[in-house]
């Protein structure tokens, strides 16, 4: 069951609706919060270090500096209003460096990662989505979920699954939360030639979930049509309120899958995504 949980805080909607499923979450075990800001310092400045700019440089540097730790102060504030009116247990971290490498940091103390659908953590180019979230997800320390700025679904799970590693241990990691007792648990398998293998592939996560007490069933499709869309139409049609998948894949079908899926998956979801590999 989760005991503790990290959302990463920008000052976009997208991590708003990251910070409001937190909190959901917090309620449903009863677990701690923690809200993390970064200042994202190396962006400020080239691979000069700090101690070693220009003059002429230096105070405009002085001065960005400051506005990125009172942006981040006041973002530390509003989720410890937030959690506080929600009667959540939670902490507050400020971290300097890279977000994706201070997150993955933090990370370790914790159960899951929660982020926005997009992340805004560089301040200077706040109207332009980072790449955080995809960076975290190349070597997630921890099961990352990705939130949409509105969340349409409703208390049912979907886990698309192919067999890999990767979704292997994503299911793995979802189940270890307690996230998949909430609702109906749809396993989905695709396969672009036969139905059979399909099947074959999503009875296997079906059958681990019953050892672990979670009663689910099999979506087994034939089907060429691109991964992700099919995913996310099933997700709308099931009305899941959370879409677990391995993410980023590195070869054969894994790569077909959870490869470029990953990325078009986020892109497109108007429901959290758990992903791990």
Known sequence: MLKSILVGLDDSKFSAAAVELGIAWARRFDCLLTGVAVICEPMLRD???????????????????????????????????????????????????????????????YDVIVLGQETHFEFESSTRACQTLHKLLRNPPRPVVAVPEVNVGGEDVLVAYDGSASAARALQAAVATGLLESGRVHVLA???????????????????L?????????????????PSQIILDEALGRKAGLIVMGAYGHSGIAEWLFGSTTRHTIQRTSVPLFLYH
């Not at 937030?82 to 890279?98: F, N, P, W, Y």
Request: hydrophobic fraction near 40%; proline fraction near 5%; include cysteine.
């Open 47 to 109: 691979r000069t270090l700090p101690e070693q700019l220009h003059p002429s440089y230096k105070v405009a540097y002085d001065l960005l500096l400051h506005d990125a730790r009172e942006r981040c102060d006041q973002l530390l504030s509003k989720f410890a209003l937030r959690a506080t009116e929600a009667q959540v247990s939670h902490k507050l971290l400020e971290d300097m460096g890279l977000p994706a490498e201070q997150i993955a940091i933090e990370a370790q103390r």
């Open 190 to 208: 695709i396969d672009p030639q036969d139905r059979i293998v399909a099947s074959k592939i999503a009875q296997r996560a079906v059958e681990f």
């Open 210 to 226: 019953d050892f672990h007490g979670v009663r689910a069933h099999h979506v087994a499709l034939l089907s060429g049509d691109p």
